[in-house]
Structures are given as C-alpha cells and as structure tokens.
C-alpha cells in the first residue's frame, strides 16, 4: 500500500523501530491511558497498542485509513479517531490520560499549549523539531530562551529524551528532531489569581527581546520607569536588566511581590 506523504499535514512517517521503542520507553505508559496525535501509518501506534492500557489516536487525513483499520482491528484497545487534534474535546477523554506522539511539526506550538490547559492530559512524550526542544531546554542568557521557556517550565518537569537525525524519516524533513517529555508539576508555586499575573508579565517581558525589561512592562502596563526601577531594586537586580536575563524563580518572586494592579 503506497501513501503519497502530505506536506500540508506535516507527514514525515519514522521508521526507525529502535527509536520507536525508545519514545514508548521514556514514556513509561505501561497500563496507562494513551493519546497519540496523527498516527500516520500506525508504526508508533502498535508500540503503543501493546504497551498502554488504551490508545485513543487522533488523526486528521482519512486516506490513511486503510493502513490502519488492521491494526485496529488487531489492538482492541485501540480506537482511532478520524478529527483535527486541535479541534478534539478532550474532556471526557480517561482524566490520566498521557500524549505520546510524533507530532505534526506545522502545530507544535498549539499542540504543547492544549496539552497544558487540558487537566486530563498529565505528561507529553513527543517528537519535536530540534529548534523548539532547544527552546524548551533553554538556561538563560542564551538566544533560545524566551517566554514559552519561562512558562512551559514553570508548569511541567521538561526532559530531554535523545536527538533524531532528520535523515531517518519519510519523506526526509528539512530540519532535525528531538523527543521531550514534558510531565505537569503536581503543585505549582503560585494561585491561580498569582498565575495569570505570572503569565502576562512573563509575555511582556519578553516582548520585544532588544529592549529593557523596564521599557518592556512599561509600555505592557504603563507603569512609570521609576517605579518599576525601584521595584527591580529591591529584588537586587539592574534597571538595565533584560528578560532573557532571569531565571523562572525571578520571575515567580516579582510576580509574588507585584502590587501594580494587574
Ligand atoms: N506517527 C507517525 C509516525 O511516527 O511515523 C506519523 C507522524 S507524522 C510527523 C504526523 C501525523 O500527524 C501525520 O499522520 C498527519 O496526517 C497527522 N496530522 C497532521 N495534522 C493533524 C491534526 N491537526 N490532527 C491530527 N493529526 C494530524
């Protein structure tokens, strides 16, 4: 059975099976509820069907169907679900429910982000593009760390799993892989009021990367420069300070300590 690879649905189909068996190792998914997101021709899928407790794996282009009713019908805790990931209620899915997948790069981003708002969704085992694993990993002072480096980290336990080359693919992409595993904190430093505080503040932060963390929340919150100069004073830090500067536990201080009316 031949499938012509669809570039608008970021087909790029592994066949490595070392690697596809690493990926469902890390994932520690023994017993477990799965979700996987665009099984493709199901070579992730049938690690996966034999490990979890269930498997319930969305995917969005009905073509590939013919490859994978068999292993359906194989796995009966299998059950593939022919929708748009991004347009999946997952609310009534298993509430310990956990992502293994080698995701659609096109939406890695939007994926991440409804893995962290969806409560039944506990931990992430992906394989992403390299430039987004670095950004996930990313210490401070260096380019790729930003406000999703700051965010993501604040929410979950990120872990690196192993690089993949870009020449082990199908139709070979144009950059290269990592696998990560994100697993939510089971307690998180702040209240939910604090938290949205956390979140707008860690975006305007990083908001236009050449400028000044002052000059960045003053223009977000009109707030005068003095003001937040003395702010950033008492936490010991320059007025010349720059977001890409702070570590995840500076911005959750400044959020405790904030009284500027956000
Ligand atoms: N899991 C397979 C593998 O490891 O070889 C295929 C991975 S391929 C990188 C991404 C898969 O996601 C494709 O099968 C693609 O059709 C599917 N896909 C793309 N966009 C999707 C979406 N919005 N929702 C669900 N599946 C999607």
Known sequence: MTHRA???????FLKDSNILKKIVQAANIKQKNVVEIGPGKGALTAFLAEEALTVIAYE????????????????????????????????????DSHIV???????????????????TLQSATMMI????????????????YNHLTVTISYLTEIK????VKRHLFTPRPNVDSAV?????????????????RFFELVRAAFKQKRKTLINNWHEAFQIDKETLKAYLLSYHLSEHVRAEQLPLEKYIELTKGWVYGL
């Not at 593009?129 to 790729?144: D, M, S």
């Not at 690196?160 to 690089?163: A, F, L, R, S």
């Not at 697993?183 to 938290?195: C, M, W, Y």
């Open 101 to 119: 997948a080698n995701v659609p790069y096109y939406i890695t981003t939007p994926i991440i982000f409804k893995f962290l708002e969806t409560d």
């Open 180 to 196: 990560v595993q994100l697993i939510k904190k089971e307690t998180r430093e702040l209240a939910p009021d604090q938290e949205a």
């Open 160 to 163: 690196k799993v192993m690089d």
């Open 60 to 95: 969005i282009d009905t073509s590939l169907k013919r490859h994978l009713d068999p292993l359906q019908e194989e796995h009966p805790n299998l059950n593939i679900v022919y929708q748009d990931f991004m347009k999946a209620d997952l609310t009534s899915i298993k509430p």
């Open 6 to 12: 669809k570039k608008r649905f970021g087909q790029n």
């Open 129 to 144: 593009q390299k430039e987004v694993q670095e950004r996930l990993n990313a210490v401070p002072n260096t380019k790729a």
